[in-house]
């Protein structure tokens, strides 16, 4: 019997249509005859509602339903056909389940846009004992929209190849949905970067953190850009990405303080700010100062270590107390925790009088009773007075300690300006024998040294009157001479009496410059024991065809006749007939050692022959013989042999005088020689500075073919010497042209086409330009360097030397408007290392300026290049001294540049000598050495006798090629020692 309602089963057919007459059922409200149980499966929904809650546009959510027969029989479970929403999708129906069974159905929300969404989920079976049931489906669209903690990011300054972090913070506040970001790689991911990237899903009501990283790799500004998509339906939104790369992050404001001129004694300051540059604290770690003590700088309100927060300012003050003359210069570098230092640079000019009095003590020498002898304190202004509004004056001079024997002109004077000077004359009369000591007192308005004292000394004697003669007679007599080519000669004394002959220092009271001493160096006054000898020499130098006189004036020990003269005469001539060499010079020699003849030679360059019809010599050990007559060709020369046969300890001088049909006076040339004693020998020298920066300036125009031929023929003998120096050395090549010359048909290799202006050649980097010990093959390389080519017209030294050593080169790897990349000097320029400039040149400095600048100036300038440390410059120069034929002119500011630097010259018109004149030159500039010269040949080599300082050394060898005693790498006596060698002579 079938229970109420069981018709509508009945009326469904057979048992195999149930499912679909069930759902008829239901679509006709069957389903809600729940009180009808008939026999068949039952279905119970889990859970009966589902709520998705906020969903983000664009994202979905699945939700489980469990369906589950609690009936006997198994049953058909589906949907209602008609279910079919944009929102809500259904998977897993239809499903059969068995008796006890269940099945999850996967219900996907995916809104289709904003708001709520509703809608029944009406399960249906075909089972007579369920009716189905509803699940209510709702949800929630929201945009998920993450909000972004910025628009834009600057990393600020950061140091180049270091990492710096910024966060960017990601939050999901909208609703209470899950959203989903995309974080995109930045624009530039060279050096930015993002980390995490790509999608990231972010729960409701939660944060990530995007980490920014900046890391340039070079100096400069960087930008770029991150594009994040901050929602599902969203479109990328640009985060702005910024930096810059730089080598430090302390700014020191202002960068460069200049004092200007200040008094010396005097005291300035001036104020200065550091500033973090950076997002971060760097800490000040410590302050170095490096150049002229007399420019400091400090924080103010305390010493580092100093902590300043991102862009945190402080103070400083840098103070100039003038306590040396001329521009100096300073460097502050703040040490940084983060990053290169702050550099603050420091320049000041010390300017006013100093007083230099010379010699620092006066030693007056011996003088006989009743006798006045006389020597000079010479005060010189070397201040530095660019405005000349502070004359050096003297306030006070006077004799300290005078025991009656003393005398100088006192009270005030004035010296003048920089560089003039006035000779302080002491005089000391004894009156009773033995040493006397007194004090010169000088006081003047310089700042520093406003009380100078000179310690003077003498001794009183009780000689017999002195008698010298002059030898080989008086006056002294040149001859005549080429312009512009010097020749030493001069007199000898021979003391005539019978007790000591006290002879002063010698004078030149007139016919200076072109009577000067060799050199420049004035020989010292001796006591000559009776019968003794000494000679006296002087160069002679024309600078114009005319005649020439002058005089020489020393004390001696006669009370009737306290002083001699030695007049000098000369004449300049442009003869086409003369001798050469202008001094034929034997050097030292050994007493009783055979001494090889030298040669001068009798040179025609007339259009004529000429005939010699005689030869001799002055000065007693000289002798010269020919056959004379001889007639000499033009564009010939005769040989002229000349012998040397000193007959006791002694210097000597005479000249070799060579008369010919030309003119009744004679042609000669001067003759030196020295002779020392066969007993022994004791050389000694005095180390100086081990690191040298040279820099070599070759001539490269059309005319130095020759020359230059003779330089690479002879580079051996500046390598050699630059091996035997064993110095730490940079060395450099330049040229003598300041612009480049493409217009001729010759072109000079390098890159710069002739017109280096200081660049080191060459300046295309084709092979090194800066020579150190450590560069690869440095030998060929500097030789090659050598090859400057044949180009150039206008050829200059100090232009090309100041623009070397001077900004903007100096101090910089590239030359500014140049199209090379590497040109520049920096590097080059050690402050604890010498300068050593070479000149190679057929033309004079600037031969083609109309108005080139004084010397002067540029000697000024170069000064500073080593803060004022005119010691550290070394100058020579193989230049025209004379008029060649393979030279432009004769050097004359070459010479003004040996005379203010204290340079050795050769001449380059003795191209045969080449190799001479190369190593000539060279021996002022290598310093320090690992070797020292002998000056005579050791007759026992194991028997040197060497000190360093006094004390005995053994770590040396003697080099029999060379004649020196070397010292090895580990041994080398420091700057300032002072070595000695004693052995016995042999002959040469």
């Given at each position: 019997m079938h229970a109420p309602g069981s018709g509508v089963s009945r009326g469904c057919g057979m048992r195999q249509r149930a499912l679909a007459c069930v759902l008829v059922a239901a679509a006709c409200g069957g389903a809600s005859q729940s009180n009808v149980r008939p026999l068949g499966g039952i279905l119970t929904v889990a859970p009966a509602t589902l709520d998705f809650g906020d969903v983000a546009l664009g994202r979905e959510q699945t939700h489980r339903v469990v369906l589950r027969n609690t009936g006997l029989v198994s049953m058909t479970v589906g949907q209602l056909a008609q279910f079919a929403d944009p929102a809500f999708e259904v998977k897993g129906l239809p499903a059969t389940l068995g008796p006890g069974s269940a099945v999850d159905v996967a219900?996907?929300?995916?809104?289709?846009?904003?708001?709520?969404?509703?809608?029944?989920?009406?399960?249906?079976t075909d089972s007579p004992a369920s009716n189905g049931a509803d699940v209510d489906l709702r949800g929630h669209a929201v945009r998920g929209l993450a909000t972004l903690s910025g628009d834009s990011f600057d990393f600020g300054p950061v140091v180049v190849n270091e990492t710096a972090t910024q966060d960017l913070l990601v939050t999901n506040g909208d609703g209470r949905a899950e959203t989903a970001i995309t974080v995109a790689p930045p624009l530039d991911n060279g050096v930015f970067s993002v980390d995490p990237g790509g999608e990231q899903i972010l729960p409701s009501q939660q944060s990530i953190v995007v980490r920014l990283q900046f890391r340039p790799d070079r100096l400069g500004s960087f930008s770029s850009a991150i594009p994040i998509t901050p929602c599902p339906t969203c479109s990328p939104r640009s985060i702005t990405l910024t930096g810059k790369g730089v080598d430090k992050l302390l700014l020191v404001q202002p960068e460069t303080l200049d004092f200007g001129e200040l008094r010396l004694a005097a005291e300035a300051t001036q104020p200065f700010t550091v500033t973090n540059t950076s997002k971060g604290p760097v800490a000040i770690e410590a302050i170095a100062l490096a150049g002229s003590a007399d420019l400091t700088a400090a924080l103010d309100g305390g010493q580092p270590?100093?902590?300043?927060?991102?862009?945190?300012?402080?103070?400083?003050?840098?103070?100039?107390?003038?306590?040396?003359?001329?521009?100096?210069?300073?460097?502050?570098?703040?040490?940084?925790s983060d990053g290169g230092p702050g550099i603050l640079s420091l320049t000041g000019t010390g300017i006013g009088p100093v007083l230099q009095a010379l010699p620092k003590s006066l030693f007056v020498g011996a003088t006989a009773l009743g006798t006045t002898r006389t020597a000079p304190v010479t005060v010189t202004n070397v201040g530095v007075d660019p405005k000349n509004v502070v004359p050096l004056v003297l306030t006070g001079v006077w004799i300290d300690g005078n025991d009656g024997t003393w005398a100088v002109q006192g009270g005030a004077m004035t010296v003048g300006p920089p560089g003039a000077n006035i000779d302080l004359r002491v005089s000391f009369t004894p009156i009773t024998t033995g040493v006397s000591h007194a004090a010169l007192v000088i006081e003047s308005n310089d700042g520093l040294h406003p009380h100078v004292e000179v310690p003077l000394a003498a001794i009183g004697r009780d000689l017999l009157p002195c008698k010298l003669a002059v030898l080989p007679g008086n006056p002294v007599d040149f001859g005549a001479?080429?312009?512009?080519?010097?020749?030493?000669?001069?007199?000898?004394?021979?003391?005539?009496?019978?007790?000591?002959?006290?002879?002063?220092?010698?004078?030149?009271?007139?016919?200076?410059?072109?009577?000067?001493?060799?050199?420049?160096?004035?020989?010292?006054?001796?006591?000559?024991?009776?019968?003794?000898?000494?000679?006296?020499?002087?160069?002679?130098?024309?600078?114009?065809?005319?005649?020439?006189?002058?005089?020489?004036?020393?004390?001696?020990?006669?009370?009737?006749?306290?002083?001699?003269?030695?007049?000098?005469?000369?004449?300049?001539?442009?003869?086409?007939?003369?001798?050469?060499p202008p001094t034929v010079g034997f050097g030292a020699t050994i007493l009783g050692c055979g001494i090889a003849d030298h040669f001068a030679y009798a040179v025609n360059h007339c259009t004529f022959p000429v005939t010699i019809t005689q030869v001799d010599t002055t000065g007693a050990p000289f002798s010269a013989s020919a056959p004379v007559p001889i007639k000499v060709q033009p564009g010939t020369h005769a040989d002229i042999p000349v012998s040397y046969r000193p007959p006791s300890v002694g210097d000597d001088v005479g000249a070799v005088r060579v008369w010919t049909d030309m003119?009744?006076?004679?042609?000669?040339?001067?003759?030196?020689?020295?002779?020392?004693?066969?007993?022994?020998?004791?050389?000694?020298?005095?180390?100086?500075?081990?690191?040298?920066?040279?820099?070599?300036?070759?001539?490269?125009?059309?005319?130095?073919?020759?020359?230059?031929?003779?330089?690479?023929?002879?580079l051996d003998r500046l390598w050699n010497r630059i091996a035997i120096a064993n110095a730490d050395y940079h060395i450099a090549v330049t040229t003598t042209g300041m612009y480049p010359y493409t217009s001729g048909f010759e072109h000079c290799p390098g890159g710069a086409e002739g017109g280096e202006a200081g660049r080191f050649f060459p300046v295309n980097n084709e092979r090194p330009r800066l020579l150190t010990p450590q560069t690869p093959d440095v030998r060929n390389v500097l030789f090659a360097n050598t090859n400057v080519g044949l180009c150039s017209y206008d050829e200059r030294f100090l232009d090309p030397v100041l623009a070397a050593l001077t900004?903007?080169?100096?101090?910089?790897?590239?030359?500014?408007?140049?199209?090379?990349?590497?040109?520049?000097?920096?590097?080059?320029?050690?402050?604890?290392?010498?300068?050593?400039?070479?000149?190679?040149?057929?033309?004079?400095?600037?031969?083609?300026?109309?108005?080139?600048?004084?010397?002067?100036?540029?000697?000024?300038?170069?000064?500073?290049?080593?803060?004022?440390?005119?010691?550290?410059?070394?100058?020579?120069?193989?230049?025209?001294?004379?008029?060649?034929?393979?030279?432009?002119?004769?050097?004359?500011?070459?010479?003004?540049?040996?005379?203010?630097?204290?340079?050795?010259?050769?001449?380059?018109?003795?191209?045969?000598?080449?190799?001479?004149?190369?190593?000539?030159?060279?021996?002022?500039?290598?310093?320090?050495?690992?070797?020292?010269?002998?000056?005579?040949?050791?007759?026992?080599?194991?028997?040197?006798?060497?000190?360093?300082?006094?004390?005995?050394?053994?770590?040396?060898?003697?080099?029999a090629g060379s004649n020196r005693i070397v010292f090895p790498a580990s041994a080398v006596p420091p700057p300032g020692a002072h070595i000695t060698a004693r052995y016995e002579p042999a002959c040469l």
């Open positions: 219900v996907r929300y995916r809104p289709p846009g904003l708001g709520t969404h509703e809608r029944m989920l009406q399960i249906v270590p100093r902590t300043l927060a991102p862009g945190e300012t402080i103070g400083g003050t840098a103070r100039f107390h003038a306590q040396n003359l001329g521009a100096q210069q300073a460097q502050a570098s703040l040490r940084a001479q080429r312009v512009f080519v010097p020749i030493v000669e001069g007199y000898e004394l021979v003391n005539q009496t019978a007790d000591d002959c006290i002879v002063g220092e010698p004078e030149i009271v007139s016919g200076a410059p072109e009577f000067r001493w060799p050199g420049g160096i004035v020989p010292s006054g001796r006591t000559l024991p009776p019968g003794k000898r000494m000679s006296v020499r002087l160069e002679f130098m024309a600078s114009q065809a005319r005649t020439y006189s002058g005089a020489v004036r020393f004390y001696v020990s006669n009370r009737s006749a306290p002083t001699i003269t030695v007049n000098l005469a000369a004449s300049a001539d442009a003869s086409c007939f003369f001798v050469t003119r009744k006076e004679p042609f000669q040339s001067g003759i030196t020689g020295g002779a020392q004693s066969a007993e022994t020998i004791v050389d000694q020298w005095d180390q100086s500075t081990p690191k040298i920066d040279m820099l070599i300036v070759i001539d490269n125009s059309g005319s130095m073919s020759e020359e230059q031929k003779a330089l690479a023929q002879n900004d903007p080169l100096i101090s910089s790897t590239k030359a500014p408007g140049t199209p090379w990349p590497n040109d520049g000097n920096a590097g080059f320029l050690r402050d604890d290392a010498r300068l050593a400039l070479l000149a190679v040149s057929d033309a004079d400095d600037a031969n083609d300026v109309v108005s080139p600048a004084p010397v002067s100036d540029y000697v000024r300038r170069l000064v500073q290049v080593k803060k004022g440390a005119l010691d550290l410059i070394s100058f020579a120069g193989i230049v025209p001294l004379q008029s060649c034929k393979t030279a432009e002119g004769i050097g004359a500011r070459y010479m003004e540049i040996a005379r203010q630097l204290d340079g050795h010259l050769e001449d380059i018109c003795d191209l045969g000598n080449f190799g001479t004149l190369l190593e000539n030159s060279l021996g002022n500039l290598l310093l320090p050495l690992t070797s020292f010269p002998l000056s005579a040949l050791p007759k026992d080599p194991q028997s040197i006798a060497v000190t360093v300082n006094g004390a005995p050394a053994t770590q040396w060898t003697y080099d």
